[in-house]
């Protein structure tokens, strides 16, 4: 079965430096999250997307940016990176809720970030 | 608001030992509770959820969790580990379909043979 795709898998910037880490959710899913794991932390949720909008918003600093394109994959812009950005940042897919539910979200493998 | 509290960090467990990992939340409407894995480097693996009916629900790799409501916990439990279930877990909420996921802040599993 398809699964959600994240690019690139592995990113090293430096700091001040500005990265795109992109995702391609599950095939039919109209809903992505993106959240960010930092060493030894549980994921925090960044921002969501439904059908191409913004649904919600967490804690994601302004120097961050994020869209959901007509072929439903999602990119994540980061500018001015800073150390603390430096963490794996997972990308996730739900169905639609037409679908039945319960609308678990499935996840990416991760971009690991590491900012130098 | 919701929230999501996992008692201990770490659990060491003997090999074909019972597995409990505990998980209490907070949440303002009837949640879905779900329970993940992650192995070293890789995403996250969903392990079970509830939503409705049956309280007692079941997953993959022989774990399963009961929801109650009256303790607002949702444990999971394996009756006897393997070395394969090393492994960090985490227990998330959501108050309804296409929101966040509130996460504990995670169990880590070690397996002693």
């Known amino acids: 079965a398809a699964g959600v795709i994240q690019s690139p898998r592995h990113l090293i910037k430096e700091k001040r430096e500005t990265a795109t880490l992109k995702c391609y959710p599950i095939p039919r899913h109209d809903t992505v999250y993106w959240y960010q794991q930092g060493p030894g932390q549980d994921p925090q949720f960044l921002i969501s997307f439904y059908e191409k909008m913004q649904s919600d918003k967490g804690s994601i600093p302004d120097r961050f940016s994020a869209q959901q394109f007509s072929d439903y994959h999602s990119e994540l812009n980061m500018s001015s990176l800073e150390l603390g950005d430096s963490a794996l940042y997972f990308c996730?897919?739900?169905?639609?809720?037409?679908?039945?539910?319960?609308?678990?979200?499935?996840f990416g493998p991760g971009t690991r970030l590491t900012v130098t | 608001a919701q929230s999501v509290t996992q008692l201990g960090s770490h659990v060491s467990v003997s090999e074909g030992a019972l597995v409990l990992l505990r998980c209490n939340y907070s949440s303002s409407v009837p949640p879905y509770l779900f329970w993940y894995v992650q192995y070293p480097n890789q995403g996250l693996q969903l392990l079970l959820k509830y939503t409705t009916g049956a309280t007692l629900v079941k997953g993959i790799n022989g774990f399963e969790a009961e929801f109650k409501k009256s303790e607002t916990s949702f444990h999971l439990t394996k009756p006897s580990a393997h070395m394969s279930d090393a492994a960090e877990y985490f227990c998330a909420v959501t108050p309804a379909a296409g929101n966040k996921l509130t996460f504990g802040g995670g169990t880590r599993v070690l397996v002693k043979p």
């Open positions: 996730a897919s739900s169905p639609p809720s037409t679908s039945g539910g319960p609308y678990e979200q499935y």
